[in-house]
Nanobody, 127 residues
Framework: QVQLVESGGGLVQAGGSLRLSCAAS????????MGWFRQAPGKGREFVAA????????DYGDAVKGRFTISRDNAKNTVDLQMNSLRPEDTAVYYC????????????????????WGQGTQVTVSS
């Protein structure tokens, strides 16, 4: 498994931006898809964004399409989530996740597609 550490969460006003980053170690980073999920209080874990091993394909949850952008740097073993036009409903703990299988051609969107998770970083958007 891989170790994942998220950073960049915080408090922001509605309409603002935040950039989350996830640093990976312990496994070859560049051959696995990476994803971001979030969980709000009292709700299940929700898919936010994912990117294939080579960055060639991405996918986004409907709630964040057009506002969030996922990217990765395989030389630095990092994956980022740029979040713009934030809304109060984006408030949640955001988790970075590493894909279960290498070299898959699509960006996976289900929690079972991932086998390693970070501890999460809190994002709070005030109205």
């Amino acid at each position: 498994q891989v170790q994942l550490v998220e950073s960049g969460g915080g408090l922001v006003q509605a309409g603002g931006s935040l950039r989350l980053s996830c640093a990976a170690s312990g496994r070859t980073f560049s051959i696995y898809a990476m994803g971001w999920f979030r969980q709000a209080p009292g709700k299940g874990r929700e898919f936010v964004a994912a990117i294939t091993w080579n960055g060639g394909s991405t996918d986004y949850g409907d709630a964040v399409k057009g506002r969030f952008t996922i990217s990765r740097d395989n030389a630095k073993n990092t994956v980022d989530l740029q979040m713009n036009s934030l809304r109060p409903e984006d408030t949640a703990v955001y988790y970075c996740a590493a894909g279960r299988a290498p070299f898959i051609p699509r960006a996976p969107t289900g929690t079972l597609d991932y086998d390693s998770w970070g501890q999460g970083t809190q994002v709070t958007v005030s109205s």
